[in-house]
């Protein structure tokens, strides 16, 4: 069953126009949204939850249109944005007071364990935590209610590794009894390797591919090689080309890529990281 369904979502500003994203997410599984910044993907998770008003677009969670049970639907999902509009004057227990009232599923033991296993000081003002220990307590309110669907915004941001890691290993034992499922953004690609089952990747707005983790690395590969075995094949089947005083790199997509019988090239398997500088710096060359 897909817990998250998004169909032609489209949302216009005078900049940037998020171009019908569509993509699917099944109970049990944790996918890694990914693009650069400005790429859309807050946008596209403002427009899911309708937090921004999309022009077009259907989003389904748990098999149901959000858009006509909103207020029901969104207390089965964790939400997790760093601008949420906190007063940050409050102590952290008053923040917890006010927010508990809008989740029927709200598990004050589950709260606890949380907020001992981050080391949360409920009596500070949010004023008084750290960048990392705000994402700490968000994230806490976010894992606190039963959620089946947990929509996260950059969850990572502000941690040291060794609290990622131990977020990622929360992530994967929340996933496990294949109820719930967890859609995340981040720029830390090593994250996403660690614990993602799919990639959706979007750039400029759109979705370049929604799908495995491991079919999204191999649908791609990286050809190195000197300046004059850049030829005009590699030229025009390339998404990106990259050049440096040593030579090029060059990314294709692996079914465009026949590797030549008398092949001198260096062929290697790309990192997401690779994926994501090569679309961000984009110098496709023709003729």
């Known amino acids: 069953m897909d817990v998250l369904n998004i169909e032609g979502l489209r949302k216009t500003y005078p900049t940037f126009t998020l171009k019908d994203v569509s993509f699917s997410l099944e109970s049990g599984y944790i996918m890694g949204f990914i693009g650069m910044n400005g790429a859309g993907k807050t946008t ?10 999309p ?5 389904k969670v748990l098999g149901k249109e959000f858009s006509s049970d909103e207020v029901n639907l969104k207390k089965e999902i964790g939400i997790l944005f760093h601008d949420a509009p906190y007063y940050p004057k409050k102590r952290v227990r008053s923040v917890t007071d006010v927010v508990k009232r809008f989740y029927d599923n709200w598990n004050d033991e589950v709260y606890e364990e949380y907020c001992s296993r981050f080391h949360i000081d409920q009596y500070k003002r949010l004023s008084e935590l750290s960048a990392g220990m705000r994402t700490k307590y968000l994230l806490t309110l976010a894992l606190s209610h039963n959620a089946r669907l947990f929509i996260l915004d950059e ?8 609290a990622r890691d ?24 090593s994250d996403l390797e660690k614990c993602a089952d ?8 759109e979705i370049i ?6 079919e999204f690395l ?14 005009e094949e590699l030229k025009e089947s390339a998404v990106s080309i990259r050049k440096s005083r040593f030579g090029f790199t060059a990314l294709l997509h692996t079914e465009k890529w026949d590797t030549p019988e008398d092949n001198q090239l260096l062929q290697e398997q790309p990192s997401l990281e690779d994926i994501m500088i090569h679309y961000a710096k984009k110098e496709v060359l023709h003729g």
Do not use: C, W
Not at 44 to 53: D, E, F, I, P
């Open 44 to 53: 596209t998770m403002k427009s899911m939850l309708n937090l921004v008003h």
């Open 55 to 59: 022009e077009k677009g259907s989003v």
């Open 155 to 162: 969850p990572t941001s502000g941690l040291d590794p060794a």
């Open 166 to 189: 131990d977020l990622l290993e929360i992530f994967q034992s929340i996933v496990e009894d294949g109820e719930r499922s967890i859609l995340f953004s981040t720029h830390i690609t």
């Open 198 to 205: 799919y990639i959706t990747y979007i750039h400029e707005g």
């Open 209 to 214: 591919a929604s799908r495995s983790t491991d």
């Open 218 to 231: 191999a649908s791609y590969t990286l050809i190195k090689g000197t300046e004059d075995q850049l030829n």
